[in-house]
């Protein structure tokens, strides 16, 4: 019998006096068999039980003997949980209290996880699911689990499922694009936020070819994700490389990788020096707040006195400030060269940046330097991002500058302080160094105009003082453009030097104020010529140059080259100015064609009136003939380049400075080699660098670094090292002799293994050394 009434209500009575319960079904059509007692609903087919478990379906029937309510095709059900379940085929057993299906189904819960099943079955009194077979979970974060087996809990809002692969998607646990973080474990439970995994390994790493090994992993017992702490835990933990293990861990947690700073200890590392012996640092990071923090380290050492090491950071909206410091009692013994005593350092650098009036640009810094031993840096080897412990002087200063579109001043007060032996006085006082800088005049008409002064007053060697103003005016012309293709600059320069000074030897000791001042014309032609595919052009330049009057005797050193040997300025000196009437000549040649080769040369000679004996030997502008000085640069491609850098003498005979750079980057090789030499008036060293590094396969460095000093036939340091990067880890050995000339400190020879896994850190084996 059809019955055509739009909306019919059914009650089925369950003959279980022990449940006691109804379906409530609604259905646009429904049609009876008495003989089979089999009911037929149609079109938009809800069933909803006593416990609120609603089941929606366009096609269901109703077995009054078995007692069964079964859906045809696609079915949906809203559990009185709130979970939404999408499949088809689905079997509602109310007596048993139970649905379930053996075609596939998706399971929506209240967390926005996304379960995909082979089949299942719900225990509607329970709120429980379960299913067997090729299970996925999407959660989400688009993390996604498979499973062999899965239980959920409604209730508990918990997931439970057997041979878990986990595969971590979301972003925040990736620190390199091609990362492919992954938990493997026997279980994974998934409840509150949290995610529990047993008898786990866990990687960041990306596959590699054959389903090898990944280059590290994570054994542990268990592994507790928690995502409110946003910290990972490990019970039994083991680290391996490539399969092998290297570290065991009872207890072991840290942040996940979408952490960017946690309190919490950083990994530890083992050390041995000869002058120090064998030692462990253990450093703890403090995030004070989100812009501040601390770390403490601890050196510890088995022979010798401990050292304690801090730094403190905190950014503030225009600012920001370092704190680094240092204590340790010393050496426990004494000997001729170790002498017993507390040692330690305190750094600080404060910056602040600031906009004021008319848009100027503002900061200001201070920086605090100090240490109570001259070996503590080196002996220690200080770890610290304010001071390199290579360093042999320090700084205390304090610095404001302001900057706007037309002027500059700067101020500055320092002590500086030497770790140099031999030294008598080891400090020295600049305060203060007041710069002034405006431009007075920039038109096409007439050039630019720069006025510059500066005040400076220095206190050194005890009892020497020098007190400065310096003003100089520099002026140049605008650029004359004659029919012929010449150029010319008109160029000026005035320098008012007023100064007093103490016991300084090339000074007068009475007040004094001087004037110099030179005018000079720079011209040149541009000669151009193209020629199968290539450009040629040749710059013949000349600089006429006078300075009348007379300059102070100039000490130090001071070296001619290719970039300063047409300037008005060559002695570049602020309390000084060369004197006298010159001429420099020489040219600029450049090659370039369409394949990105280029060649470029420069030469240049300065020719004197007469000698100026005031001049520094090192710079040849005492004679009346300079050196010839030049440059050369020959680049075939984005491989291959050589600079060369070459002083001729007078002569032309001999090369008092040699200067060369060769770099070559083709991969796999890449090398740069640097040879120097200098000699006669220019100095007396001669040396050769070189850094090689071949890189074997995508992933692994070989490198070589040397410094030699030919003149003494000896080795200054060099360094060999091998060093192979992934995407989620990074090993290397690192082989370092080091040459000192030192009182206190031996020469060392090291040679160290260090693995950094992302994102936990360095592991690093002891540094051996001899």
């Not at 006669?680 to 070589?704: M, P, R, W």
Request: with cysteine.
């Amino acid at each position: 019998m059809k019955n055509k009434i739009v909306i019919f209500l059914f009650y089925i009575f369950s003959f279980i006096p022990s449940y006691g319960e109804n379906l409530n079904i609604q259905a646009s059509n429904i049609t009876i068999d008495k003989k089979t007692k089999i009911t037929v609903f149609k079109n938009q087919v809800s069933a909803k039980d006593e416990k609120n478990n609603e089941l929606l379906t366009e096609f269901a029937e109703y077995d009054k003997e078995l007692e069964l309510f079964k859906t045809v095709g696609e079915t949906i059900i809203i559990t009185s949980r709130g979970f939404v379940v999408e499949g088809k085929d689905m079997v509602f057993n109310n007596n048993k209290n139970y649905i379930k299906s053996n075609n596939p189904a998706k399971i929506k819960d209240l967390e926005k996880n996304e379960i995909y099943l082979d089949n299942f079955e719900y225990s509607t009194s329970k709120n429980f699911f379960q299913s067997k077979g090729n299970i996925k979970v999407i959660d989400s974060n688009k993390n996604q689990y498979n499973f062999s087996q899965i239980f959920i809990d409604e209730k508990k809002k918990e997931i439970v499922g057997t041979d878990s692969k986990a595969f971590l998607n979301q972003e925040g646990f990736k620190t390199n694009k091609n990362n492919k973080p992954r938990v493997f474990s026997n279980t994974v439970n998934i409840y509150d936020k949290k995610t529990k995994f047993t008898k786990s390994i866990f990687t960041l790493c990306d596959y590699r070819k054959d389903d090898k090994c990944p280059p590290w992993s994570l054994q542990a017992k268990q592994m507790l994700h928690d995502e409110k702490k946003k910290t990972i835990f490990y019970d039994n933990a083991v680290i391996k490389v490539y399969d092998f293990p290297i570290l065991y861990l009872p207890k072991l947690s840290h942040p996940d990788p979408s952490v960017k700073r946690r309190s919490g200890f950083l990994v530890p590392s083992f050390s041995d020096s000869k002058n120090l012996g064998e030692g462990l640092d253990i450093s703890y990071f403090w995030a004070l707040n989100k812009d501040k923090d601390f770390t403490f380290k601890n050196k510890l050492y088995v022979s010798e006195n401990p050292l304690f090491l801090g730094e403190y950071r905190q950014a503030f909206e225009k600012s920001n400030l370092i704190l680094d410091f240092g204590y340790t009692q010393g050496y426990k013994k004494r000997s001729a060269t170790k002498t017993t005593g507390e040692k330690s350092h305190f750094f600080s650098k404060y910056v602040k940046n600031f906009t004021g009036k008319n848009n100027s640009e503002n900061s200001i810094k201070i920086t605090i330097q100090d240490v109570s031993n001259d070996k503590y840096l080196k002996l220690y080897k200080i770890k610290s991002n304010l001071v390199e412990y290579e360093s042999e002087t320090l700084e205390n200063s304090f610095t404001y500058n302001r900057e706007d579109e037309n002027s500059f001043l700067g101020f500055q007060a320092s002590a500086y302080e030497t770790l140099k032996e031999g030294y008598n006085d080891k400090y020295e006082y600049i305060l203060p160094d007041l710069i002034y800088d405006k431009n007075l005049i920039a038109s096409n008409k007439y050039g630019n105009l720069d006025f510059t002064s500066n005040l400076n007053i220095h206190n050194y060697d005890t009892n020497k003082f020098k007190r400065f103003l310096v003003n100089d005016l520099d002026w140049k012309f605008k650029t004359n453009n004659f029919m012929s293709g010449i150029k010319g600059n008109l160029l000026g320069k005035l320098k008012n030097v007023n100064y007093e000074t103490k016991n300084v030897s090339e000074f007068k000791n009475d007040p004094e104020s001087e004037f110099f001042g030179a005018l000079g014309y720079l011209s040149k032609i541009d000669l151009f010529k193209s020629n199968n595919n290539q450009d040629y052009l040749l710059t013949p330049k000349i600089l006429l140059r006078y300075a009348p009057g007379n300059m102070r005797k100039q000490e130090g050193y001071i070296k001619l080259n290719n970039k300063n040997i047409f300037s008005l300025d060559r002695l570049n000196s602020y309390d000084n100015f060369e004197s006298g009437l010159s001429a420099t000549v020489g040219f600029d040649y450049e090659i370039k064609d369409n394949s990105n080769k280029e060649i470029n040369f420069s030469i240049g000679q300065i020719i004197n009136d007469k000698e100026n004996k005031d001049m520094p030997e090192s710079s040849s502008l005492d004679e009346k003939l300079s050196d010839l000085v030049g440059n050369t640069n020959v680049k075939l491609n984005d491989s291959f380049n050589v600079n060369y850098n070459f002083a001729l003498d007078q002569n032309y005979k001999d090369l008092n400075y040699n200067e060369v750079g060769f770099n070559f980057d083709a991969n796999p090789i890449k090398f740069d080699i640097d040879y120097l030499q200098e000699k006669k008036h220019i100095g007396n060293q001669e040396y050769f660098k070189t850094n090689l590094e071949y890189a074997k396969g995508d992933n692994g460095i070989l490198g070589f670094e040397m410094k030699r000093n030919i003149i003494t036939n000896s080795s200054e340091y060099y360094n060999l090292s091998y060093e192979y990067i992934n995407d989620c880890l990074r090993a290397g050995l690192v082989y370092r002799r080091e040459f000192y000339n030192d009182s206190e400190l031996e020469a060392e020879n090291s040679l160290m293994f260090k693995i950094t896994l992302t994102p936990f850190g360095d592991i690093m084996a002891p540094s051996f050394n001899r």
